[in-house]
Each structure stands twice: as structure tokens, then as C-alpha cells.
T-cell receptor, first 115, second 115 residues
Framework: DSGVTQTPKHLITATGQRVTLRCSPRSGDLSVYWYQQSLDQGLQFLIQ???????AKGNILERFSAQQFPDLHSELNLSSLELGDSALYFC??????????????FGPGTRLTVL | AQTVTQSQPEMSVQEAETVTLSCTYD???????LFWYKQPPSRQMILVIR??????QNATENRFSVNFQKAAKSFSLKISDSQLGDAAMYFCAYRLIQGAQKLVFGQGTRLTINP
């Protein structure tokens, strides 16, 4: 158990819908990262937050957005869902998000199925 | 842009034998980290081992060790005394030490352990 929690574990929804994925980082970690794992794209970085502020953006679609709250949990919002958005979404956390010895620890993931 | 390549989609090894998984990467940076993550059937991403590029000594964690060849941009993982619990997808990943903190992953190698 990495100490990173993600809810829900599974999510099944229809095209055009909107969903919210939730992540709680390890105790003491200030930085949260979101990754998408799909069959065709592999594991891709989406976005990073550090202590409530957006730190870095990757291949995140405009239909997707994220935020980190004062208690440091994070939410990834996916809207106007398409079949191709079906994937495993991981949250990872690290202590600082920038220092030399920072290691990212991953949550168990949320499996999203868009029908 | 940094890229990570794992040229072996699948590997298999007999229980108690040794296996080596290959990884190459492309970067123009001199300071970075390299990682091996394991993803068992549970889909959890588990950190196996980490190597700092500025360290010449190869990292070792129990039965897991790496062969880091910086000039060749090669980072292979050796698993000694393979166990059934080692069966998983293994991902090689790269991360800058400073700047963008995203992990860049390879495509993965599926390792099967034969009893």
C-alpha cells in the first residue's frame, strides 16, 4: 500500500457525460500528479499540482481539468467523454514535487469505461 | 523531447533463474533520474528501483539491480532468483532532476515466470 488513495476504483459511464476522479496523497506529500494509462497511448503524464497550484501540464485535453484543494486532495474532472477516454487514471504524490530525491508513489488507479 | 524505449514487449524466465530487461532513453540533459516500476495484475504501480544519473555506482535493491550505461543511454534491470511474484509488467521511466517533474515511461515489458 503506497498511502495514496483514489476513488472510485471503477467508473462506467456513457459518452458525453462528465465524471470526477478523486485522489488523496500520502500524508505529508504536497505534490499530486495525474497520469493516464491506455492501450494505445501507454502511460502519459496529464498534470501536476503542488500545494494547490498548477505546476506542470502534459498531454491533457481541454475537456479535462484538475484542481488541488487546501487539504491537498485532488480531483480530475473529465467532461464530454468519448470512447477513447476509457483508460486507467493514476494519481501519484511526492513530498515536494521538485527536489532531488523526490519519488512519486502511485495510487491504485481508477478504471474508467466509457460506453 | 525525452523518450524511453523498451524493445522487449514480452520476456519469460524460469523460476529461480536470472532475467534482464532492457531500456534505452534519449535525452540531451545531464542530470536526471531513471526508474523501474512494476505493475502486477492488480494494476498498482510499484517502484522497484531508482538510479541517479550523477552516480556511477549501479543501484541495487535486494534481488533487483540495474546496469546503467550513461554514455550509451542504457538502463537495464536484472532480476536474480526470479520468483512467481515477480510476474508483472515492468516500466522503465525517466525524470528530470530539475524542471518538469513528469515521469516519461517506456511501453513496458511483460515478464512471465515459469514454475
Amino acid at each position: 500500500d503506497s498511502g495514496v488513495t483514489q476513488t472510485p476504483k471503477h467508473l462506467i459511464t456513457a459518452t458525453g457525460q462528465r465524471v470526477t476522479l478523486r485522489c488523496s496523497p500520502r500524508s505529508g506529500d504536497l505534490s499530486v500528479y495525474w497520469y493516464q494509462q491506455s492501450l494505445d497511448q501507454g502511460l502519459q503524464f496529464l498534470i501536476q499540482y503542488y500545494n494547490g497550484e498548477e505546476r506542470a501540464k502534459g498531454n491533457i485535453l481541454e475537456r479535462f481539468s484538475a484542481q488541488q484543494f487546501p487539504d491537498l486532495h485532488s480531483e480530475l474532472n473529465l467532461s464530454s467523454l468519448e470512447l477513447g477516454d476509457s483508460a486507467l487514471y493514476f494519481c501519484a504524490s511526492s513530498v515536494t514535487g521538485g527536489l532531488y530525491t523526490d519519488t512519486q508513489y502511485f495510487g491504485p488507479g481508477t478504471r474508467l469505461t466509457v460506453l | 523531447a525525452q523518450t524511453v524505449t523498451q524493445s522487449q514487449p514480452e520476456m519469460s524466465v524460469q523460476e529461480a533463474e536470472t532475467v534482464t530487461l532492457s531500456c534505452t532513453y534519449d535525452t540531451s540533459e545531464s542530470d536526471y533520474y531513471l526508474f523501474w516500476y512494476k505493475q502486477p495484475p492488480s494494476r498498482q504501480m510499484i517502484l522497484v528501483i531508482r538510479q541517479e544519473a550523477y552516480k556511477q555506482q549501479n543501484a541495487t535493491e535486494n534481488r533487483f539491480s540495474v546496469n546503467f550505461q550513461k554514455a550509451a543511454k542504457s538502463f537495464s534491470l536484472k532480476i536474480s532468483d526470479s520468483q512467481l511474484g515477480d510476474a508483472a509488467m515492468y516500466f522503465c521511466a525517466y525524470r528530470l532532476i530539475q524542471g518538469a517533474q513528469k515521469l516519461v515511461f517506456g511501453q513496458g515489458t511483460r515478464l512471465t515466470i515459469n514454475p
